[in-house]
Structures are given as C-alpha cells and as structure tokens.
C-alpha cells in the first residue's frame, strides 16, 4: 500500500517554528495536489494548507495564514509547511494527503484525498 511519510514534528515554545515535510515513494504521486490537515485532542480533523498539482496554487486555513507556509519540491516529490510564529493552539497531529483534485474542486474537503501519511505530532508550549 502507497504510503506518505511525514518527519519533522516536535516540541516548540510559542513564538517558534518548525518545518515538516511529506515524502511520497518515486514518481508515483506526480499529477497529484498535496495539502496538509491536523488533528488536536478531541477535534475534527481540519485543512491547513494546500498545494495544487496544476500551477501550483496554494490555499490555506484563515487560522494560518500569514504563519504557514507549504511549498513543493517535485524533483524530490516532497512537500513542505513551513510554520512560524506558532501557537499552543496549533498542537496537533499532522497529516499530509495527495489527491487528483480538479480546479474547480475545494481543497480543504477530507473526502477528495486518496492518501494518507500516518501523522507527525507537533506540540506548541506557553
């Protein structure tokens, strides 16, 4: 079974940043759109940032904007969130997700992605 690999999660005081990535095995994602969700304790799983395959547009949760950013190496068929300024309500479990999304198609619908990584917790102290 094709599976997303996520690194990257940890422990930060408010205020930092981290970086985590999503790697995908060989050319087998090419034409897919990547995004990233989370999960807290207790909590629906929630769209955070997305990347389309075509063009390479980008979308993101309106509680992030301005702090997180993804972008996507296709050569290395990695995507990336980068996040600064992060909060405690920003502790989570991230998952990253491919999916052939069409254009006119929502990013931040669950339902649209094919795979799944198994999640990396990033946990956000006061």
């Known amino acids: 079974q094709v599976r997303l690999v996520e690194s990257g999660g940890g422990l930060v005081q408010a205020g930092g940043s981290l970086r985590l990535s999503c790697a995908a095995p060989?050319?087998?994602?090419?034409?897919?759109?990547r995004a990233w969700f989370r999960q807290a304790l207790g909590n629906e799983r929630e769209f955070v940032a997305g990347?389309?395959?075509?063009?390479?547009?980008?979308s993101y949760a309106d509680s992030v904007k301005g702090r997180f950013t993804i972008s996507r190496d296709n050569a290395k068929n990695t995507v990336y969130l980068q996040m600064n300024n992060l909060k405690p309500e920003d502790t989570a479990v991230y998952y990253c997700?491919?999916?052939?999304?069409?254009?006119?198609?929502?990013?931040?619908?669950?339902?649209?992605?094919?795979?799944w990584g198994q999640g990396t917790q990033v946990t956000v102290s006061s």
């Open positions: 997700a491919a999916g052939r999304i069409e254009i006119w198609q929502v990013m931040s619908r669950t339902g649209l992605y094919e795979y």
């Open positions: 990347i389309r395959w075509s063009g390479g547009t980008t």
């Open positions: 060989g050319r087998f994602f090419s034409g897919y759109s």
